[in-house]
C-alpha cells in the first residue's frame, strides 16, 4: 500500500506530516469515538424520560378472548366488554396502569405469555398445578363449578354417568383438562372421547346436533345456555368448586401487586358487586327470551342482527375480509413475478443458481403447508402477537406469492415457442423477446387465474380469527357467543361470503370473453 505523506490536523489543531496509513489509523480511531460518543448520547436520551415522567402509568399487556359472554366478549360497536374485562379495566384505574388488551384464541394465552407477547390473562381461568409452572395467580375473583349439559332425553348427575361418552368442551379450558384426565382433582371421566371446540356456543351446538352426549362448561354459562336454547337442560358437578383468577407473566411481581392491590380496592369501594349484580342477574337472559317468545323467528333475527347493532359486527368484518385480501393478492403478485422470473431464467439458461434454488424450495414449502399454520407461526413466532393485520396480509401474501407465481410461470411456458423464435430472429435480445412478445400474450393466459386467485383468497382469511382479527367468519363466532345461536349467525356469514364470490365470479366471466374478443 502507498505510504506517502499527508497534512492532518492533530488535536490542538496545528497540521502534522504523517503517512497514509498513520492517517487511516487515526480516522478509524476518531471514527470509534464518534460511535461511542452517539451511543451514550442515546442511552442518556432514553434514560431522560423514564426520570422526567416519573407519574406516567405503567401499560400492561393482557390477554383475553372475546367469545365467553358474559365474562369477555364484544359489544356492538366492536369494543371488549365483560364482566372480566370491566373489572380489570377498574382494577387498573385503582391501581394507577393502563391496561392494552389483546384478544387471542383462548388455546393461544398461556403460549403467548410464556413468550412474553402479553403480561396477564383475564380470560376466566381456574389454578392449576399445571398451569402454575407457567405463571403466576392473581389473588382469587370469582369461584363457580363445573356443570354438565345434557340434552332432555338423557339424565346425568356427576362425571360416572358419562363413562365412555362423548363430550364437547371448550379447547384449553378447566373442562378440557377434566374431560381428558389432565387435571383429576375435580373427579375423572374414563374413557370419554373428548371433542375439543374454539368456543361454547360450538360445543352446545355439537350437542344439540347429537354430535356429543354431554358439554362440561362453567355452571354460569351453563345456566345461560339452557336458558337460551330448548332441549337441553344442565346440573352442577358435585366437588367442582374452583377458584378463578388472573394469570401473571411468571416472576414478573410488579404486575401481580398491582392487580392484586387494585382487585382489593374494588371489593372495598363496592365496584366488584355492581359489576358481579350487572352481569350474572339473570335479567338479560329472560329479556332474551321474553323477545324470542313474542315475536317468534321474526324475533329471533331481530335479536341477532338488529338489537345492539350486531349487523356491524358483519359489516366490519367484511371490510377486513376484502382489505386483507386485496392487500395480500398485490403483495402476491409482486412477490409471484419476481419468484417466476428467477425459475425462468434460470430454466433459460439451463443452469440451476442459488436464487432459483431458494424460489423452488419457497414455493415448494409454502404449497406444502396449510395456510393456518404459516398465518400462526407468522403472527406468534415473527411478530409476536403484534400488528395482526400487518402480520395477516404479510402471511397471505407469502402464501399467494407461491402460488400466483407458478401461475406466472405457467402463463409464459403456455405461449408458443415459435414466438420466441420469431423474436429472436428479428433481432432481438432474449430479454426484449420476454418483454415485447412473450409475455404480452401470456397476460391473456394469466389474468383470469389470478381472478381466480383472489376468490380463494378471500375464502381463505376466514381463518384469521385463529389471531384474534374479526373478519367475517369471526365476526359470525362473535354474534353466537353473544346470542347463543349457532345456525343463523353462520349461515349469514355463508350468505355474504357467496354473494361476494358470485359477483367476482360474473365480473371474471365477463373479462375473459372480452379477451376471447380481442384474439
Known amino acids: 500500500m502507498d505510504n506517502s505523506l499527508l497534512a492532518v490536523r492533530d488535536i490542538n489543531h496545528k497540521y502534522i506530516v504523517v503517512g497514509r496509513r498513520s492517517a487511516m489509523k487515526m480516522d ?32 400492561v399487556a393482557i390477554g ?43 388455546d393461544s394465552l398461556l403460549g403467548s405469555i410464556e413468550a412474553g407477547d402479553i403480561e396477564a390473562i383475564a380470560a376466566s381461568i381456574a389454578p392449576t398445578e399445571e398451569r ?3 405463571v403466576d395467580f392473581s389473588d382469587v375473583y370469582y369461584s363457580g363449578s363445573q356443570s354438565l349439559v345434557y340434552r332432555t332425553d338423557e339424565k346425568y348427575t356427576d362425571f360416572s354417568d358419562i363413562k365412555g361418552r362423548t363430550i364437547a368442551v371448550l379447547e384449553g379450558s378447566q373442562s378440557d383438562m377434566i374431560a381428558s384426565g389432565e387435571n383429576t382433582d375435580y373427579g375423572v371421566v374414563e374413557d370419554a372421547t373428548v371433542k375439543r371446540f374454539k368456543n361454547a356456543s ?21 345456566e345461560i345456555f339452557c336458558k337460551q336454547t330448548d332441549g337441553i337442560e ?10 378463578t383468577v388472573f394469570c401473571i407473566e411468571k416472576g414478573n411481581t410488579e404486575i401481580t401487586e398491582l392487580i392484586n392491590d387494585g382487585l382489593a380496592k374494588v371489593k372495598e369501594n363496592g365496584t366488584y358487586d355492581t359489576l358481579y349484580a350487572k352481569y350474572f342477574s339473570g335479567e338479560e337472559s329472560e329479556q332474551i327470551i321474553a323477545t324470542q317468545e313474542e315475536d317468534g323467528f321474526i324475533g329471533t333475527l331481530k335479536f341477532i342482527f338488529v338489537q345492539d347493532n350486531r349487523w356491524k359486527y358483519y359489516v366490519n368484518g367484511l371490510g377486513t375480509t376484502l382489505i386483507v385480501s386485496l392487500l395480500s393478492v398485490l403483495i402476491g403478485v409482486i412477490l409471484g413475478l419476481l419468484v417466476a422470473i428467477i425459475r425462468i431464467n434460470a430454466e433459460h439458461r439451463g443452469k440451476r443458481t442459488i436464487a432459483s434454488s431458494v424460489a423452488a424450495f419457497y414455493v415448494d414449502v409454502i404449497r406444502g403447508t396449510p ?9 406468534f413466532a415473527v411478530f409476536h402477537s403484534r400488528l395482526g393485520y400487518i402480520a395477516a396480509v404479510a402471511s397471505f401474501g407469502i402464501n399467494s406469492g407461491a402460488y400466483v407465481s407458478e401461475v ?35 397476460v391473456k393466459n394469466i389474468l383470469p387465474a389470478m381472478g381466480n386467485e383472489f376468490i380463494q383468497l378471500i375464502k381463505e382469511t376466514s381463518i384469521l380469527g385463529y389471531v384474534g382479527i374479526v373478519d367475517l367468519t369471526k365476526a359470525a363466532s362473535y354474534v353466537s357467543s353473544r346470542t347463543y345461536q349457532m345456525f343463523i349467525p353462520l349461515l349469514a356469514a355463508g350468505i355474504v361470503y357467496y354473494l361476494i364470490v358470485k359477483v367476482l365470479s360474473i365480473l371474471l366471466g365477463k373479462f375473459e370473453r372480452r379477451l376471447k374478443e380481442s384474439d
Open 408 to 442: 406466472i410461470r405457467g402463463g409464459i411456458q403456455a405461449v408458443d415457442k415459435g414466438q420466441s423464435e420469431a423474436g429472436r430472429s428479428l433481432g432481438l435480445s432474449y430479454n426484449d423477446t420476454m418483454r415485447f412478445v412473450v409475455i404480452p400474450q401470456a
Open 371 to 379: 395456510s393456518v399454520l404459516q398465518l400462526m407461526i407468522v403472527y
Open 132 to 134: 402454575a409452572k407457567s
Open 28 to 59: 478509524r480511531k476518531c471514527w470509534l469515538n464518534r460511535v461511542i460518543v452517539c451511543f451514550l448520547m442515546m442511552i442518556i436520551i432514553i434514560q431522560i424520560p423514564m426520570h422526567a415522567y416519573p407519574d406516567e402509568k405503567r401499560t
Open 64 to 106: 383475553t378472548n372475546a367469545e365467553y359472554a358474559p365474562f369477555e366478549y364484544l359489544d356492538s360497536n366492536g369494543d371488549l366488554t365483560g364482566f372480566d374485562i370491566d373489572l380489570m379495566n377498574a382494577i387498573a384505574k385503582e391501581a394507577g396502569f393502563e391496561v392494552k388488551w389483546v384478544d387471542l384464541p383462548f
Open 234 to 243: 344442565a346440573v352442577p358437578v358435585k366437588g367442582t368448586e374452583e377458584d
Open 202 to 222: 360450538s360445543a352446545i351446538m355439537e350437542l344439540k346436533n347429537k354430535g356429543a352426549d354431554a358439554v362440561i362448561i362453567d355452571t354460569i354459562i351453563a
